[in-house]
């Protein structure tokens, strides 16, 4: 199959299809992956458009249409409101827009395909049964690409114009500012406007700049290590929920990751804010003026505290050399007071370097901080101060730079493996979601069978919140005795009959989908078509009742249908309706198809009837204490159930009062 045999391919999306997936090969190829994301990537694209031309592709290799199953609106609509149901409950958008895909039709090998993929699902589903694997793929969002933020206290300067030129078309220069310098004194200009100025390439000495770091290499991680690990940073809760959903899923023996120990490991040490001995340098560089005063004042209150106890004996030496030439009254309180100055200069310096954990030639910077000096009030050299802060402030930039280049060096290479991952666990979500979802409510894989038939045990309308379970069969479907392939169903109102159909009409889609359906067993024929016709309110005009008539012409045509129809009688007066509905019985029949009518004129319409017809019924068994209906949902073969309006009237009779009443009793006695 080539890429313009797709029904809906013309030249140009052909020409289109080609030119965004690179060839025409390359573009059949992701629609028939199902590639609904990379297709939307293309202008004018809709999601809408997107999935039905998949469908059409994936139809096309099995010779059917997406539409040739579902033939009337109603039976499309009852897709459509499975699909919102099974969509609504993908973790991921890769599950919503792939599960969307599916649809129901003829081909046998198509369905078979399509079972085999679900199945598997199932089976995962069923081994990670417990796992909050869900929550984690649910977090698993389109990575993010590359974003715009750039380093601006750094910059990176070569020495040829070929070598700049590299760097910006491998888009460095996006990230970090890139110059081009022919000098010593270009680059020590350069130098000024920067913390620090890697230089790439040999043909410039500049050992005399100490700003300046020869580049030891020009890949990005050395140049740019925040470019490499931005992009982990920016996808952090996404990579995060990969490695956990991976890890359960390695776990649990589904699937296996080489390589993600590796991966979580490093994600881990992206937190490089966290690491002990930076965030001990960012805290003097924060701390450290603030400590330095609370030091010093405390200092001060300490001298002033002990000076109230000081006296002082001066002996006459210390007086004749004080006054004598060149003497001077402080030498000798300082030498006398030295000591206490001494003991609270340590023990303030102490209280400082101990509140900032400070180490070796750190605690030696206080000496200069906070100087060893016998004068009061103490006060801090606010230059050492900030030599001391900006010393820091430069140690902690080079190693937050060194580990940033450690990490970025280890995880440069490991993107292509983030974006393998993050590519499987989307597809495998893709099977996972539809295994939960048959988990969750119980589905299970119909079998098939050669005859038209479908009949299932114990099915369950989806559309229900808390449905009662209920078996009904027509055809040969070994299920049960009653094997007549039309069937009209009669019974109480609200007995559930349109709940019923409803419910074939689910059975019949999704086994056609290939996917599992909610029943305990169900056995069923590959059809080619499924009609279904709703419920029509009130009797139509001659006009209405015309177009009507011109639908169900379609049923005229060969082929192995299954029709459900529901009260087609509103259509007419009830004697043609009859006639009209036992002659598309018969018509149908005769034509192999299979075919259940909701009817409440079953008996006319047997009457009309020249084919083998059954009348099934859903009966009400009287009235609960509330005066409701108590009715048993599944039908009985071979019997013919009334509507039971004498139950709504004994209800009336029992809820009423007076005369109101005796109305509705003597009403009631008319049926008795
Ligand atoms: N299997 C079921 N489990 C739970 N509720 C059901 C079931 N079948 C029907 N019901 C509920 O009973 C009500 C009537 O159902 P439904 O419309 O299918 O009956 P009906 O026989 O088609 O009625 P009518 O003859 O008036 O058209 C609905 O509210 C429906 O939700």
């Known amino acids: 199959m080539r890429l313009i045999d797709v029904p809906g391919v013309g030249a140009k999306l052909n020409e289109r299809l080609a030119a965004h997936y690179g060839d025409e090969d390359s573009a059949l190829e992701a629609l028939l992956r199902g590639d609904v994301a990379g297709l939307q990537g293309m202008r004018g694209m809709s999601q809408r458009q997107a999935v039905a031309l998949v469908q059409r592709a994936r139809g096309a290799v099995y010779s059917v249409k997406p539409t040739d199953f579902l033939v009337t609106e109603e039976a499309v609509r009852i897709y459509d409101s499975l699909m919102e149901l099974l969509t609504s409950q993908a973790h991921t958008d890769r599950a919503r827009e792939k599960l969307a895909t ?24 069923s081994l990670l049964a417990g796992c909050d694997l869900s929550v984690h793929l649910s977090r698993i969002k389109p990575l993010r690409k590359e974003a715009a933020a750039r380093v601006r206290n750094r910059a990176v300067a070569v020495d040829s114009p070929s070598a700049i030129r590299a760097l910006k078309e491998r888009g460095v220069d996006r990230a970090i500012d890139v110059h081009l310098v022919e000098s010593l004194r270009e680059l020590r200009d350069l130098a000024q406007g920067y913390d620090r100025v890697t230089l790439l390439g040999g043909s410039i000495d500049s050992f005399a700049l100490p700003e300046i770091e020869e580049a030891e290499s020009d890949e990005d991680w050395y140049l740019v290590p925040e470019r490499v690990l931005r992009r982990y940073q920016e996808n952090g809760p996404i990579l995060e929920a990969m490695v956990e959903a991976a890890e359960v899923l390695a776990e649990s023996k589904v699937a296996s990751f080489e390589g993600l120990d590796d991966l979580s490991e490093r994600l881990a040490r992206l937190k490089v804010d966290e690491d002990p001995e930076l965030l001990r340098l960012d805290r003097i560089i924060a701390e450290a003026e603030g400590r330095v005063a609370e030091a010093v004042g405390w200092g001060n209150a300490e001298l002033k505290k002990r000076m109230e106890r000081f006296s002082l004996t001066l002996a006459g030496d210390d007086l004749l050399s004080a006054l004598g030439r060149g003497g001077d009254l402080r030498d000798v309180f300082k030498s006398r007071m030295g000591e206490t100055f001494n003991e609270v200069l340590k023990e303030a310096r102490d209280m400082a370097s101990t509140d900032l954990e400070m180490k070796g030639a750190e605690r030696a910077s206080l000496e200069e901080i906070i100087p060893q000096e016998v004068r009061y009030p103490l006060e801090e050299d606010r230059e050492a101060l900030i030599r001391f802060v900006q ?12 580990s940033l280049r450690d990490l970025a060096r280890e995880l440069a290479g490991r993107w292509s493996f983030v974006e393998a991952l993050h590519e499987e666990l989307l597809e495998f979500d893709v099977g996972y979601s539809l295994g939960t979802f048959a988990l969750e409510r119980g589905l299970l894989m119909p079998t098939f069978a050669e005859e038209g038939c479908v009949g299932f045990i114990e099915g369950r309308n989806l559309f229900l919140q808390d449905p009662e379970p209920v078996s009904y069969s027509v055809g040969p479907t070994g299920l049960v005795e009653a094997e007549e392939r039309t069937a009209i169903l009669s019974g109480v109102n609200s007995g559930g009959k349109t709940t019923l159909l409803e419910l074939v009409a689910q059975v019949v889609i999704l086994a056609h989908m290939g996917f599992p359906v909610p029943a305990a067993a169900c056995r069923i024929t590959i059809f080619d078509s499924l009609y279904y016709f709703g419920k029509s309110r009130g009797t139509l005009g001659a006009g209405a009742f015309e177009a009507t008539m011109r639908k169900f012409s379609v049923l005229a045509g060969g082929g192995r249908k299954i029709v459900l129809a529901d009260e087609l009688e509103a259509i007419t007066e009830p004697g043609a309706s009859a006639k009209i509905i036992a002659s598309l019985l018969d018509e149908l029949s005769r034509g192999g198809s299979v075919a259940i009518f909701v009817s409440h004129l079953a008996e006319d319409v047997a009457r009309f009837s020249e084919e083998d017809l059954r009348i099934d019924g859903i009966d009400a068994l009287g009235l609960d204490e509330d005066g409701e209906l108590i009715v048993d949902r599944t039908p009985v073969y071979y019997r013919l159930a009334k509507s039971t309006p004498e139950l709504i009237i004994e209800r009336l009779a029992r809820t009423s009062e007076g005369e109101e009443r005796e109305f509705y009793s003597r009403l009631l006695s008319k049926f008795r």
């Open 391 to 402: 010393e820091v402030r430069k140690r902690a930039e080079a190693k937050r730079l060194n």
């Open 102 to 125: 599916y649809f129901p039709s003829s081909s046998r090998n198509m369905v078979d395909e399509n079972r085999r993929f679900a199945e598997s699902a199932i089976t995962s589903a």
